[in-house]
């Protein structure tokens, strides 16, 4: 799997990267914790041969996670002081920078356009990847019935064992 600068939409390739790993929707919502779903994330992310590891003894203002694009072993590290579901965003914002084939760090120190269009490309495909559009709106459908607020955000987080950042 790779991402290229094809037409792709981020659902598209989002539903690419969940299908790639095995991300099981099922198994998702019943998570009973956050940390249960990082270490899941983790597993699968293993699984399809990248190395995902955790550093110590940096602040997560200055960096949350890096990426190393090498083969035959690609490289994830994420920030151990970071709360699970900022790992588990992590590992996917990181993996989709090794899908673009390009390695980076990731904080929020960077000001130069470019680094701050795949940020934002990398972000959006790790929140599709970790909250689908679809299964998102039907959850929506279930619980409100006029606006969303701070209660859903929480009950949807849960849902799908993210952080509320991820669900707004």
């Known amino acids: 799997l790779s991402i290229d600068d094809s037409n792709k939409t981020i659902p598209q390739h989002a539903k690419e990267i969940r299908k790639s790993l095995g991300i099981d929707l099922t198994f998702q919502y019943q998570c009973n914790s956050t940390r249960k779903f ?7 992310t293993e699984a399809v041969g990248v190395f995902v ?5 940096v602040d997560t203002n200055t960096a949350r996670g890096f990426a190393i694009y090498e ?20 590992i996917i914002h990181e993996l989709t920078h090794l899908l673009k084939r390009s390695s980076a760090i990731c904080n929020d120190m960077t000001d130069t356009s470019s680094i701050q269009e795949e940020e934002i490309f990398c972000n959006a495909i790790a929140g599709e990847v970790l909250v689908p559009r679809e299964p998102l709106v039907e959850q929506l459908q279930k619980r409100i019935t006029t606006e969303v607020d701070v209660d859903t955000v929480a009950i949807l987080a849960k849902t799908f064992s993210v952080s509320k950042e991820v669900i707004c």
Do not use: M, Q
């Open 38 to 44: 990082y270490l899941y994330i983790r597993k699968l």
């Open 71 to 90: 083969e035959p072993l690609p490289i994830i590290g994420i920030n151990n002081a970071d709360r699970y579901p900022a790992k588990t965003f992590s």
């Open 53 to 57: 590891h955790c550093f110590v003894g």
